[in-house]
C-alpha cells in the first residue's frame, strides 16, 4: 500500500523502522523504476501505476560479455590471441549452449550467460604465463601457443558448459563435443553452428570421456587425471573420519576449486549425498590454500538459519581496515565456505533472506550495521558454496545469487571408485591392527559383498509413506566399514 502511494500522484513515500517512521515527498520530477525477476507477489495496483518492459534473455546474448571480456584481458595477451579466442568461443559456444540447455539434463536450472561466463572464468585463469609473458611460453613456438591457448579453452568448456548435468549427461556431452571438434555434428546441432570451424590442432583423445583428462602443460599434451594420481599408503596412525582416498574425483575436483579461488572467483559444487563436497573443500580451504594469502570461513545452513545470524558471523571474523571498511587481515583474502546453501527456509514473498544477504554483499560489496545503521564495505572476501539437489527440504536459489558462480557438478561415484576406496580404507585397518595373511585376503570379497548389499538395498527398499526413513547413501556404506574399523585386532585364546 505504502508503495502504491508513492507511485501515484501523490508522491508521497514512507519508510518505517523499529526506532521511527518517515515521510518523503519526491519532487515532480522524479520517478522510479524497479528491476525484478518476476511479478509473483506485485499487487495488482502496484502493476496498474507502473509501465512494463519485459527484456527476454536472448535479446542481449552472451556475445557482448565476451566482447567486454576479450576488452579487458590484460595488454600482453596479443591481438592474435584474442582473436583466437573469439573464434573458439564463436564456433562452440551456440552448439555446447544448446546441449547444455536441451540434450542433457541440468543439475541447476541455469541462463546461457551465466554458463558463458563461468567459461570465460576459467580460461582468464588459465592464462597466467600469458599475462605475465612468462619464460617457459617464450620457449613455445607460435604454433605451439596456439595449441595451448586452445586446449585451455577447450578444458574451460568442458568444466563450464558441461558440467552442470549428471553421469548420463556427461556421456551425451562427450560424444557430442567430440563430433563438433572432429566437423562431424549431428543434425540438431548443425542450425546452431553460426562461424567457421577452427581446426583443433590438440583433440582429446579416444578411450575415456573428456572429463578425464588433463593438460600437461610440460609435454603439450592430455593425460588421463589417473595419470597424474600418487599411489601413497595411508597413514596407519590418521583417524577414519579424517582419511580421504586420493581419486580421479579427487584430483579433479580439488584443481577445480584451486584455479577458481586462487584467481578471486566464486564456486559451487552441486552433487547428491555422499559425493564429498564438504570434506574436499574444507581440506583443501584449510591446508591446500597458501596461508600467507588466504584465510578461511566456514558456515553451514539449515532451515533455520537466518540473515541476521550469516551477518553476526562473517561480521565476527572480519578486521576494521578503516572508517566503514572491514575485511580479512591485510593483504589476506578470506574465503567464505557456505556449505548446504540451499537449506534456509523460504519466506513469504519467496526469497530466501540469509542468500539474499550474501547477495547484496557479492553485488555491492556491502552490508548495514543493524546497530549503528552505517553502511559496512567489505574487501577481501570470495565465496565457495557446496549444495544438494532441490528437493527434500532443499529449495531452489534465486539465479540472481547463482549468476556470481561457476557451477560443477559432482557425480556419484561408480562401483570402480567405490571398489578402489574401500578397498584403501580395509587395507588401511588391516596394516593398523596386522591381522594375518589368510584374514587379509578376504578384504576384496568382504568390500564387493558389501557393495553389492548396497546397490540391492538402493533398488529394492524404496521410501514408502510409512518408511519414509529408507533413503540410503554412501554415508551408510561408510558407517559400516567404520564399524568394522573398531575391531581392534585378533584375540588369542
Given at each position: ?63 557482448p560479455m565476451l566482447i567486454s571480456w576479450l576488452a579487458a584481458l590484460p595488454g600482453a595477451i596479443s591481438q592474435a590471441q584474442k582473436e583466437q579466442l573469439l573464434a573458439l568461443f564463436d564456433w562452440l559456444i551456440p552448439p555446447c549452449l544448446r546441449i ?144 580421504i582416498v586420493p581419486t580421479m574425483d579427487t584430483m579433479r575436483y580439488t584443481y577445480l576449486l584451486d584455479m577458481l579461488v586462487q584467481h578471486h572467483h566464486h564456486c559451487l559444487f552441486v552433487g547428491p549425498t555422499g559425493t564429498g563436497k564438504t570434506v ?69 514473498y519467496g526469497a530466501q533472506p540469509p542468500v539474499e544477504l550474501l547477495r547484496q554483499a557479492i553485488d555491492h560489496s556491502a552490508w548495514y550495521d543493524r546497530k549503528e545503521l552505517t553502511l559496512r564495505k567489505l574487501e577481501g572476501l570470495q565465496y565457495v ?109
Amino acid at each position: 500500500m505504502l508503495c502504491n502511494v508513492a507511485l501515484s500522484s501523490g508522491k508521497v513515500f514512507v519508510t518505517t523502522t523499529t526506532a521511527a517512521s518517515a515521510v518523503a515527498s519526491l519532487q515532480g520530477l522524479m520517478n522510479m523504476i524497479f528491476e525484478v525477476q518476476d511479478l509473483a507477489v506485485a499487487s495488482p495496483a502496484t502493476v496498474s501505476r507502473c509501465g512494463m518492459v519485459y527484456v527476454q534473455p536472448d535479446l542481449l546474448g552472451w556475445r557482448p560479455m565476451l566482447i567486454s571480456w576479450l576488452a579487458a584481458l590484460p595488454g600482453a595477451i596479443s591481438q592474435a590471441q584474442k582473436e583466437q579466442l573469439l573464434a573458439l568461443f564463436d564456433w562452440l559456444i551456440p552448439p555446447c549452449l544448446r546441449i547444455a540447455a536441451k540434450l542433457v539434463k541440468a543439475v541447476l536450472p541455469m541462463v546461457d550467460i551465466n554458463l558463458v561466463c563461468s567459461c570465460m572464468r576459467l580460461v582468464e585463469s588459465h592464462l597466467d604465463e600469458f599475462r605475465d609473458a612468462s619464460a617457459s611460453l617464450a620457449e613455445l613456438s607460435e604454433q605451439q601457443q596456439s595449441c595451448l591457448l586452445q586446449c585451455h579453452f577447450l578444458f574451460s568448456l568442458v568444466w563450464s558448459l558441461g558440467a552442470n548435468t549428471d553421469a548420463v549427461g556427461r556421456r551425451i556431452f562427450d560424444g557430442l563435443l567430440r563430433k563438433l571438434l572432429t566437423g562431424t555434428a549431428p543434425q540438431e546441432l548443425a542450425a546452431y553452428i553460426k562461424a567457421p570451424a577452427v581446426s583443433v590442432s590438440l583433440p582429446f583423445p579416444e578411450g575415456k570421456l573428456v572429463y578425464d583428462y588433463a593438460l600437461d602443460r610440460s609435454r603439450l599434451n592430455w593425460v588421463p587425471w589417473l595419470d597424474r594420481l600418487k599411489s601413497n599408503s595411508l597413514d596407519v596412525d590418521a583417524e577414519y573420519s579424517s582419511i580421504i582416498v586420493p581419486t580421479m574425483d579427487t584430483m579433479r575436483y580439488t584443481y577445480l576449486l584451486d584455479m577458481l579461488v586462487q584467481h578471486h572467483h566464486h564456486c559451487l559444487f552441486v552433487g547428491p549425498t555422499g559425493t564429498g563436497k564438504t570434506v574436499y573443500v574444507k581440506r583443501h580451504l584449510q591446508s591446500g590454500l597458501p596461508s600467507s594469502s588466504f584465510v578461511s570461513l566456514m558456515l553451514t545452513f539449515s532451515a533455520q538459519t537466518s540473515a541476521n545470524m550469516t551477518q553476526d558471523i562473517v561480521d565476527g571474523k572480519l578486521d576494521k581496515r578503516r572508517r566503514g571498511v572491514y575485511g580479512p587481515p591485510s593483504g589476506k583474502s578470506m574465503v567464505v565456505f557456505v556449505d548446504d546453501i540451499n537449506m534456509p527456509q523460504v519466506e513469504e514473498y519467496g526469497a530466501q533472506p540469509p542468500v539474499e544477504l550474501l547477495r547484496q554483499a557479492i553485488d555491492h560489496s556491502a552490508w548495514y550495521d543493524r546497530k549503528e545503521l552505517t553502511l559496512r564495505k567489505l574487501e577481501g572476501l570470495q565465496y565457495v558454496a557446496a549444495m544438494g539437489p532441490a528437493g527434500g527440504g532443499r529449495n531452489n536459489v534465486t539465479h540472481r545469487y547463482l549468476r556470481h558462480f561457476s557451477i560443477i557438478s559432482m557425480t556419484a561415484f561408480d562401483r570402480d571408485n567405490l571398489q578402489l576406496i574401500f578397498s584403501a580404507l580395509v587395507d588401511w585397518w588391516l596394516r593398523k591392527f596386522s591381522y594375518a595373511q589368510n584374514i587379509a585376503k578376504l578384504a576384496k570379497g568382504l568390500v564387493g559383498a558389501t557393495l553389492d548389499v548396497y546397490e540391492s538395498i538402493q533398488k529394492q527398499l524404496l521410501p514408502t509413506p510409512n518408511k519414509s526413513h529408507y533413503t540410503f547413501n554412501l554415508r551408510d556404506v561408510s558407517k559400516v566399514f567404520q564399524g568394522m574399523t573398531k575391531a581392534g585386532g585378533c584375540l588369542e585364546d
